[in-house]
Nanobody, 125 residues
Framework: QVQLVESGGGLVQAGGSLRVSCAASGRIDEYYTVGWFRQAPGKEREFVVS???????EYYADSVKGRFTISRDNANSVYVQMNNLQPEDTAVYYCAAGPWIVDDDLIVPDRYYYWGQGTQVTVSS
């Protein structure tokens, strides 16, 4: 069983930065993938970025490439540094994890077994 807790959301003006965090506990091994998704009101959940728990194989959605950076520390937390935020980035951001997720499955929410409760990111224009 894996537990995920997000934090770090908030309100920021367009062009600003935020860092969201995902603290993981429980049994999570190196073959797990940790992904971030977001969901805006009235829209489907959208893939943002993922990384293997081993800290490699990063994959970014085109919409955030060059602005967002995913990283992991040694204390079981995964971070997403979000720069140059725009109003269209406004959403609830979710951390998710699952084993053996590769290739086209990385962007599919149903492939991730465990989910956090989400953290709100709001970007004002």
């Amino acid at each position: 069983q894996v537990q995920l807790v997000e934090s770090g959301g908030g309100l920021v003006q367009a062009g600003g930065s935020l860092r969201v965090s995902c603290a993981a506990s429980g049994r999570i091994d190196e073959y797990y993938t940790v992904g971030w998704f977001r969901q805006a009101p009235g829209k489907e959940r959208e893939f943002v970025v993922s990384t293997r728990w081993a800290g490699d194989n990063e994959y970014y959605a085109d919409s955030v490439k060059g602005r967002f950076t995913i990283s992991r520390d040694n204390a079981n937390s995964v971070y997403v540094q979000m720069n140059n935020l725009q109003p269209e980035d406004t959403a609830v951001y979710y951390c998710a994890a699952g084993p053996w997720i590769v290739d086209d499955d990385l962007i599919v929410p149903d492939r991730y077994y465990y989910w956090g409760q989400g953290t709100q990111v709001t970007v004002s224009s």
